[in-house]
Nanobody
């Protein structure tokens, strides 16, 4: 599968951005997809995941502010980010896993996902 992210950019604190991830190639009806982010010198951290059954999981630091969704017909994954904070500044990555298990998908662990996009930069200024 090939994953291509878009929608990153620069916003002021309190603003919003919507990230998109287009998937092409071999995709499965049973899957887990997620958004992760990474800053220089730090490990990649899970932001949100969604399974093929629609189950979502959010990191505590984005609950109530970010919303993950997917369009199976268009094979796209989205992340609506509202009330952005300077600490949300990072490179955001889309990830894909063939096959779905609730525990793995909800773990927010980057090691679960074998396929990754190239990332899109989000910068939030105070």
């Amino acid at each position: 599968v090939r994953l291509v992210e878009s929608g990153g950019g620069s916003v002021q604190a309190g603003g919003s951005l919507r990230l998109s991830c287009a998937a092409s190639g071999y995709t499965a009806t049973s899957y887990c997809m997620g958004w992760f982010r990474q800053t220089p010198g730090n490990e990649r951290e899970g932001v949100a995941t969604i399974g093929s059954d629609g189950t979502t999981r959010y990191a505590d630091f984005v609950k109530g502010r970010f919303t993950i969704s997917r369009d199976n017909t268009k094979k796209t994954l989205s992340l609506q980010m509202d009330n952005l904070k300077p600490e949300d500044t990072a490179m955001y990555y889309c990830a894909y896993k063939w096959g779905y298990t609730r525990n793995a998908c909800s773990s927010l662990l980057s090691t679960v996902f074998p396929a990754w996009g190239q990332g899109t930069q989000v910068t939030v200024s105070s």
